[in-house]
């Protein structure tokens, strides 16, 4: 059961890393574009700490999610492994 709830919630923050990816920035009214597909042509000043704030998020989101998915596959194997040795 922890294993699979690990990995529900590691895939929930994939997914959310994903969504701040896309989504468009706007600063005092301005699109700025999102972290994959910035606007074209010269973004202005104030949409960089925008654009680096929302890309520190997506990395901890990243980063997280696959921590949490890796840990609920260790924990399904350490699991599996000892109801084998027990058998």
């Not at 990995?7 to 929930?12: R, T």
């Not at 104030?46 to 980063?63: A, F, S």
């Amino acid at each position: 059961m922890l294993s699979k709830v690990l990995g529900a919630v590691g895939v929930v923050l994939l997914i959310a890393g994903v969504v701040f990816a896309i989504r468009p920035v706007s600063v005092e009214g301005r699109d700025c574009g999102s972290l994959f597909q910035p606007d074209k042509g010269i973004t202005p000043m104030q949409c960089d700490p925008r654009l680096d704030t929302r890309g520190n998020v997506v990395v901890v989101l990243g980063i997280g999610g696959v921590a949490l998915m890796l840990s609920g596959f260790a924990v399904a194997a350490v699991r599996d492994r000892r109801s084998r040795v027990s058998s």
